[in-house]
């Protein structure tokens, strides 16, 4: 527990800079929070001038109409800087592979480019893009209403599984009915779930259903409201041992966040950051995770955080319009 406090005053520390720096050039507090909290859940340290001086440098790289000119570029820094030791040096192959993705048959959006961002060491990532593109193109066949530009990066992450197309969907669309008739909502907070459930290889499907009904129901006997939101932290939480303890700790890295005044109005979003806190510190000791399994949900925990920041910035229906210019 030591240990989430510190990322908790680690979270708070990063925050309070960003804030102070960007206030002017951010419009919501919670993209903030988001940029802070991939700097925790990477156990990499911050440093202002440099994440500015890389967030100037991709809006100086990008189209005059692209989303990287605006606020959104200091989601793609902080990805950047947190996943690379030379982030600058990478950022001429994230452009490249977001322009790869859209040949493909993505459209230009921010998710696009969250996507090329779970692609950047691929070695053979052109070839995974194409079967991003092919995976996403039959989740919208299962799901037509429910399948988005969203749905772009988990599409890339479950691609680079290297699985036959229908063989995953396959799998998806058992989580999916079977997470379901346990009781869990259709839509697409359940679709996400079970693209995360999918991740997780050499796995029973009636058992990681059973862990996820599990959280969902000793989250109601704690008194946090399990809402459908927070299916895609639930799946996460599944992948864990013991996960009646976990929760537990999520409960009070929560509390805490709630307590804060910088963060007291933003209950749901805390509870998401509590999930990754402690998912992060797992992956970093590697007690509770399949090695396997901990550079991908590192990746996808990024993913979430960077679609999360996008959602609030209203990107998606910006470049539903066509207002991205790569």
């Known amino acids: 527990m030591e240990e989430m406090i510190d ?3 680690k979270y708070k520390e990063i925050y309070t800079q960003l804030k102070k720096k960007l206030r002017w050039k951010v419009s919501d507090s919670r993209t903030l929070m988001m940029v802070a909290s991939l700097y925790v859940t990477t156990n990499r340290e911050f440093h202002m001038d440099q994440f500015e001086e890389l967030s100037d440098y991709i809006k100086d790289e990008v189209g005059v109409f692209s989303t990287l000119k605006s606020q959104g570029r200091f989601t793609f820094a902080a990805l950047l800087d947190t996943r690379f030791d030379s982030p600058k040096e990478r950022v001429a192959d994230f452009l490249a592979m977001y322009d790869t993705l859209v040949k493909t048959g993505f459209s230009r959006s921010i998710f696009t480019y969250i996507a090329a961002i ?3 060491e691929e070695e053979n990532g052109q070839e995974t893009a194409a079967s991003a593109n092919e995976l996403y193109k039959k989740m919208k066949s299962e799901h037509l209403f429910l399948t988005g530009q969203s749905d772009y990066p988990l599409a890339a992450l479950l691609a680079q599984r290297k699985q036959p197309a ?3 969907i396959g799998l998806i669309e058992e989580y ?4 379901n008739h346990a009781g869990f909502k259709k839509g697409n907070d359940l679709q996400s779930m079970s693209h995360i459930l999918s991740l997780k290889d050499s796995v029973n499907p009636e058992e990681m259903v059973s862990r996820c009904t599990h959280i969902f129901d000793q989250m109601k006997l704690a008194g946090m409201k ?3 939101m927070f299916y895609p932290q639930i799946a996460l939480l599944s992948f864990l ?19 804060e005044k910088l963060f007291k109005w933003h209950k749901d979003l805390n509870f998401m950051m509590a999930v990754h806190f402690l998912i992060s510190s797992r992956i970093e000791h590697s007690s509770l995770l399949q090695t396997s399994l901990s550079t991908t949900i590192e990746v996808l925990i990024q993913a979430q955080q960077a679609a999360s920041m996008a959602a609030i910035a209203g990107a998606s229906a ?8 790569g």
């Open 118 to 120: 779970t692609l950047l």
């Open 226 to 228: 399990p809402k459908a």
């Open 7 to 9: 990322k908790v005053e």
């Open 176 to 179: 999916y009915s079977k997470l």
């Open 241 to 259: 041992e013991d996960d009646t303890e976990q929760l537990a700790i999520v409960k009070n890295i929560q509390e805490r966040l709630n307590a």
């Open 318 to 325: 910006a470049s539903a319009s066509g207002g991205d210019g």
């Open 166 to 168: 229908d063989q995953l």
